[in-house]
């Protein structure tokens, strides 16, 4: 038994062997190779020489003693053991034998060129000086529009998802492609000249940040705002800290930092920068956004119209006063408010409960608490467990409105599963009606809040849409394998904004001068295929176009390193004239983790609504 047992593994060496050859004295650019992929994965290596740069928990970071000139080679390695390094200090010179791996922990992410099993861990010498590369200086500059070769132009693109890095392996382009460059630095000891953090870190503490290299997109407070065909791949992540210490919880956009050093090191499906010691601000920038200078006339020549996704209100606990302060201190209580998450009165308790009469009424008395505002509320009851969100959370969009300013038009409730219809006149058959609501494409997902209303003075009524179109959940990230990224659920957003579309199409197609507005949390971007039929089959106008807001100032959320719009203001032809104005009040995007109330930005727009135009 025990000689067959040898016999047996004698036999796996030798095929191991045939199939994997020991390759020795290779350099480390001729082990990274120029693509994403080790041409020498899964290789035996001896005699690995390199200059210790940092040392990690699980490993440590090589950099080769004898480089190449190509760019596109990384001169350095990660080491991945958590014994081998244990005897070496930042500065020595060693040489290794090992196994050049390719690893991730997930297949959504790009794999790490790595060093694994190092033994003979020989010194050859010690105090050698260590300088990081100065990223833009001693290094090419971060491309700022593009990630990859194989996103074809347009990372949000559809279809998503057409090739693998892992599979085409590109040759890395580091002066183009925003991953191609930190590939080209994986392992590598890089140091951010004067950072400035792009957003609040996440749970982990991980923050985003750009150096002072050229960027494309910054917005006035300091953060990288995508636009169409860019979102921002010269932004770094900065991990945990190398040295134990952990970074901020306290950072958000605009905060300057100090220089940051550390090792390039893609993970969780990003490059990140591990750095040899925390985050430390040097100055803080202003998490209070002014609110909004948008004021009505309390008729219809000027009418104010907010938007809020208010992230699951309930009426209990201290998150529904937050936001009726937001509501009245920032939004200066518009005379029509588009809320969305509005949480059913138990809020996730899941018992069939789907009024939210509770919720509304807490939120309008906290709201008159601290203005002279008293508003009324609209909405649809959904199907309990029908709509998506906060399981038991029944969310729904409401309309929240000034009374004495604003009217329902000929009241006729429509209920969770009453389709509404646009009538000869036109006129809604409910009002206020869902849109299709039992078509597919709303599955786990919120149906149009459709309204018709009267403003003070006016001649016509004007119509109002409150959407909040499915989540981009079960994406994947802008640098992870799968090119273009999975834009998550982004066909249901299609069939979604193809149905709103073709509902506000009824009505102009009837009067072209009708008067609508829509408006809530599209979870969608203006220039990705959702919303790109939605303009051009609704013939509606995006608000921030009809106002000429510059392309960065254009934000309503901030994920990943991105600023960026999901929720967004359309307007009818009558309405996209020169005296409308529109706002996105930045009250969370700019805030401390701690201070922010929602995830998403309010905006309010002031509109002539007279109809006499
Ligand atoms: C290991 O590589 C170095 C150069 O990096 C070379 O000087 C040395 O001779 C090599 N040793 C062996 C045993 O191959
Ligand atoms: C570290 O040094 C100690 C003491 O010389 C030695 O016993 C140990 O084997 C070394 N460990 C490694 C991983 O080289
Ligand atoms: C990309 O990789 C994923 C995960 O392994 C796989 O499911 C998918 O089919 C691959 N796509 C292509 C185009 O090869
Ligand atoms: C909510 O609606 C229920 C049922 O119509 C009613 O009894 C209750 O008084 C309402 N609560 C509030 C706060 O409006
Ligand atoms: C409004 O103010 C009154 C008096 O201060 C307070 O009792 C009540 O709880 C407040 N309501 C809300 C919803 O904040
Ligand atoms: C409410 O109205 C009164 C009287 O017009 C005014 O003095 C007060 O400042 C107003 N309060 C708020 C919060 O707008």
Not at 271 to 289: E, F, Q, R
Request: charged content about 20%; glycine content about 8%.
């Amino acid at each position: 038994m025990k000689s067959t047992m040898s016999t047996t593994r004698a036999f796996c060496v030798a095929v191991l062997a045939g199939l994997q050859p020991l390759v020795a004295a290779l350099t480390i650019a001729e082990i990274n190779g120029n693509k994403f992929l080790s041409p020498y994965s899964g290789q035996a290596v001896t005699n690995v020489t390199g200059l210790v740069l940092a040392k990690g928990a699980n490993g440590f970071w090589i950099r080769s003693t004898t480089p190449d000139n190509d760019p596109a080679t990384s001169e350095s390695v990660y080491v991945f053991s958590t014994t081998a390094g244990v005897n070496l200090t930042i500065g020595d010179i060693v040489s290794l034998d090992g196994k050049v791996a390719e690893y991730r922990s997930a297949v959504a992410y790009v794999y790490l060129t790595e060093i694994s099993s190092p033994k003979n861990v020989k010194i050859l010498s010690k105090g050698n000086t260590v300088t990081p590369l100065v990223i833009g200086q001693d290094t090419l500059s971060p491309p700022t529009v593009q990630f990859s070769s194989l996103d074809g132009g347009d990372i949000y693109a559809v279809p998503n998802g057409v090739s693998n890095i892992s599979a085409v392996n590109p040759v890395l382009k580091p002066a183009e492609y925003g991953m191609d460059f930190w590939e080209s630095l994986s392992g590598e000891l890089v140091t951010v000249r004067k950072p400035t953090v792009l957003l609040r870190p996440n749970s982990y503490r991980e923050t985003w940040v750009v150096g002072d290299w050229a960027t494309t997109g910054k917005n006035s407070h300091g953060g990288l705002t995508m636009s169409d065909k860019d979102s921002n791949p010269e932004a770094i992540i900065i991990g945990p800290p190398l040295d134990g210490t952990k970074n901020p919880t306290d950072s958000k956009m605009g905060d300057l930092v100090e220089d940051i050093t550390g090792v390039v090191q893609s993970t969780f499906g990003f490059y990140y920068i591990l750095p040899l010691t925390a985050i430390k601000t040097t100055v803080a920038s202003n998490g209070a956004a002014p609110p909004s200078s948008l004021q009505g006339t309390g008729n219809c020549r000027a009418i104010t119209v907010g938007d809020y996704n208010v992230e699951n209100l309930t009426p209990t606990g201290t998150h529904i006063t937050k936001v009726a302060g937001h509501i009245a201190n920032y939004l200066k209580t518009p005379d029509i408010l588009f809320v969305q998450e509005i949480q059913d009165n138990n809020g996730a308790t899941d018992n069939g409960v789907v009024d939210a009469n509770v919720t509304l009424s807490t939120l309008v008395n906290a709201i008159a608490n601290l203005s002279n505002v008293t508003y009324a509320f609209v909405d649809i009851d959904p199907v309990s467990d029908k709509d998506g969100g906060e399981p038991g959370g029944n969310i729904r969009q409401a309309y929240l409105y000034r009374p004495e300013i604003i009217s329902l038009y000929n009241p006729n409730p429509g209920s969770a599963t009453d389709a509404n219809e646009v009538l000869p006149g036109p006129a809604l058959k409910y009002n206020p009606g869902r849109i299709d609501p039992n078509s597919d494409a709303w599955t786990a997902s919120r149906k149009p809040l459709v309204a018709a209303w009267r403003a003070k003075g006016a001649k016509k009524p004007f119509y109002t849409i409150n959407v909040h179109q499915s989540s981009k959940g079960g994406g994947t990230s802008l640098q992870g394998d799968r090119r273009p990224p999975i834009n998550g659920v982004v066909d249901k957003r299609i069939q979604q904004a193809e149905i709103t579309a073709n509902f506000v199409k009824q009505i102009l197609d009837q009067d072209p001068r009708a008067r609508i507005i829509t408006a809530g949390d599209f979870n969608e971007f203006t220039f990705v295929e959702p919303m790109k039929r939605f303009a051009a089959i609704s013939g509606l106008k995006d608000l921030d176009d009809v106002v000429g807001l510059p392309a960065e100032e254009r934000y309503t959320y901030t994920y990943d390193m991105n600023s960026q719009a999901l929720d967004h203001m359309y307007v009818s032809p009558a309405l996209a004239t020169a005296a409308t104005k529109y706002e996105h009040l930045h009250v969370n995007s700019w805030a401390t983790a701690a201070d922010m109330v929602s995830d998403h930005d309010p905006s309010v727009a002031l509109l002539n609504l007279c109809g006499c135009a």
